[in-house]
Nanobody, 125 residues
Framework: VQLQASGGGLVQAGGSLRLSCAAS????????MGWFRQAPGKEREFVAA????????RYPDSVKGRFTISRDNAKKTVYLQMNSLKPEDTAVYYC???????????????????WGQGTLVTVSS
């Protein structure tokens, strides 16, 4: 199984980026997907999660209202739309796919078994 994340880059504070994650996983639509990030010198943290059908999502307070996760099961792709970006959003962003089929979004990284390679997002002030 491969997860290929893309869409990172350099953006000014207040700007937007859209990340994509293309998966090669069989029966992709059975599994929950998530985005996590890791800033330099910090632990990896949860950013967004979506259930298998795409009708339920979860976010931490730090990104709620600014980030939106979505998925296209026909394309086996999950997206992260990031608006109103802040310098503190600077990090490597990783997409992940859950170990087990999920009806609800998973915020615990232990629920995920497959991880993408990461894409760097840099927000300048």
């Amino acid at each position: 199984v491969q997860l290929q994340a893309s869409g990172g880059g350099l953006v000014q504070a207040g700007g937007s980026l859209r990340l994509s994650c293309a998966a090669s996983r069989r029966n992709f639509s059975n599994y929950g997907m998530g985005w996590f990030r890791q800033a330099p010198g910090k632990e990896r943290e949860f950013v967004a999660a979506i259930n298998r059908s795409g009708d339920s999502t979860r976010y931490p307070d730090s990104v709620k209202g600014r980030f939106t996760i979505s998925r296209d099961n026909a394309k086996k792709t999950v997206y992260l739309q990031m608006n109103s970006l802040k310098p503190e959003d600077t990090a490597v962003y990783y997409c992940a796919s859950t170990l087990l089929p999920r009806r609800s979004p998973a915020s615990d990284e232990n629920a995920y078994i497959y991880w993408g390679q990461g894409t760097l997002v840099t927000v300048s002030s």
